[in-house]
């Protein structure tokens, strides 16, 4: 009977250890159980496009507003995103968004555009190409089964390009800026299928830490913003529908050439796991 009493005790403790073990093991959404995760956005942001340089200057001293000078007008936009998920709290991120902006009007002001000047009453066409590449790593401090919080380190590839074409001639400038950024994501599940996330990156580079890097006679000064709030409907392990609204903003000031760039609106999307 003895033999038996010490049988059962093992046998229960070994049963509570096993049922304990299962308990602890971690049971991520299926919006979470991935190595890959690969998306296509579609975004339609309401533009505004300010440009200066010494030869994107208007004659009255103000930047020259693509979208109020040539009427641009919302389009959509696809956007590339791709995530590396080596780890449950480690990511590695990257996104692809090329935006491209084409209009003709007559001009109703004079405006210096690459050394040429362009009269009142000229008809020319604008375009305006912003090519944004994000490389980024995510490191999530808090991570759960019920949503993380983490933060971002990325570095934002902006590629500016504007062209102006007339009778009187065409004329082009291309401006590329690699601009650092840090940021915070969270995220919850209010449904074990369903997430909502917002996420932040952004940095703002005054001209005397530039000044430490650059040539005594080159100003360089930035300010970049990046916010996306996004819900998520995981419709299986490897499938995921999004929909979100995100906020782009880039002003710099490189010697005489600068930008106040905004584009804000919604998106949706779908994405694959594996």
Same mark, same amino acid.
């Given at each position: 009977m003895?033999? =038996?009493?010490?049988?059962?005790?093992?046998?229960?403790? &070994?049963?509570?250890? %096993?049922?304990?073990a299962?308990?602890?093991?971690?049971?991520?959404?299926?919006? *979470?159980?991935?190595?890959?995760?690969?998306?296509?956005?579609?975004?339609? !942001?309401? !533009?505004?496009?300010?440009?200066q340089?010494?030869?994107?200057?208007?004659?009255?001293?103000?930047?020259?507003?693509?979208?109020?000078? +040539? @009427?641009?007008?919302?389009?959509?936009?696809?956007? /590339?995103?791709?995530?590396?998920?080596? @780890?449950?709290?480690?990511?590695?991120?990257f996104?692809?968004? !090329?935006?491209?902006?084409?209009? *003709?009007?007559?001009?109703? =002001?004079?405006?210096?555009?690459?050394?040429?000047?362009?009269?009142?009453?000229?008809?020319?066409?604008? *375009?305006?190409?912003?090519?944004?590449?994000?490389?980024?790593?995510?490191?999530d401090?808090?991570?759960?089964? %019920?949503?993380?919080v983490?933060?971002?380190?990325?570095?934002?590839?902006?590629?500016?390009? &504007?062209?102006?074409?007339?009778?009187?001639?065409?004329s082009?400038?291309?401006?590329?800026?690699?601009? !650092?950024?840090?940021? +915070?994501? &969270? =995220?919850?599940?209010?449904?074990?299928?369903? $997430?909502?996330?917002?996420?932040?990156?952004?940095?703002?580079?005054?001209?005397?830490?530039?000044?430490?890097?650059?040539?005594?006679?080159?100003?360089?000064?930035?300010? /970049?913003?990046?916010?996306?709030?996004?819900?998520?409907?995981?419709?299986?392990?490897?499938?995921?529908?999004?929909? @979100?609204?995100?906020?782009?903003?880039?002003?710099?000031?490189?010697?005489?050439? $600068?930008?106040?760039?905004?584009?804000?609106?919604?998106?949706?999307g779908?994405?694959? =796991?594996?």
């Open positions: 003895r033999h =038996r009493v010490v049988l059962f005790v093992v046998l229960a403790a &070994a049963c509570a250890a %096993r049922a304990e299962q308990f602890n093991v971690a049971n991520p959404p299926p919006g *979470e159980n991935y190595h890959v995760e690969l998306g296509l956005m579609w975004w339609q !942001p309401t !533009p505004e496009l300010g440009l340089t010494d030869a994107l200057a208007a004659l009255d001293g103000r930047d020259i507003d693509f979208v109020d000078e +040539f @009427g641009f007008e919302e389009d959509w936009f696809r956007e /590339f995103r791709a995530v590396l998920k080596p @780890g449950r709290k480690h990511k590695l991120r996104s692809y968004v !090329p935006i491209r902006y084409d209009a *003709e009007a007559v001009l109703e =002001r004079e405006i210096s555009f690459g050394g040429v000047t362009y009269t009142v009453g000229l008809p020319a066409n604008a *375009e305006v190409e912003w090519k944004l590449w994000r490389y980024g790593y995510e490191y401090f808090v991570a759960g089964d %019920r949503g993380f983490g933060s971002i380190v990325e570095i934002k590839h902006n590629q500016i390009t &504007a062209e102006l074409d007339s009778p009187l001639g065409s082009f400038e291309e401006v590329n800026a690699l601009i !650092p950024t840090l940021g +915070f994501i &969270a =995220r919850v599940y209010p449904h074990r299928t369903v $997430s909502i996330t917002g996420e932040y990156t952004g940095i703002k580079l005054p001209g005397w830490i530039t000044d430490l890097f650059t040539d005594e006679d080159e100003i360089i000064e930035a300010e /970049f913003g990046d916010f996306d709030i996004y819900a998520t409907v995981s419709i299986s392990k490897y499938f995921g529908a999004q929909v @979100g609204y995100r906020s782009v903003s880039a002003d710099y000031l490189i010697d005489e050439d $600068s930008a106040d760039l905004n584009l804000r609106g919604p998106y949706f779908a994405m694959v =796991r594996f």
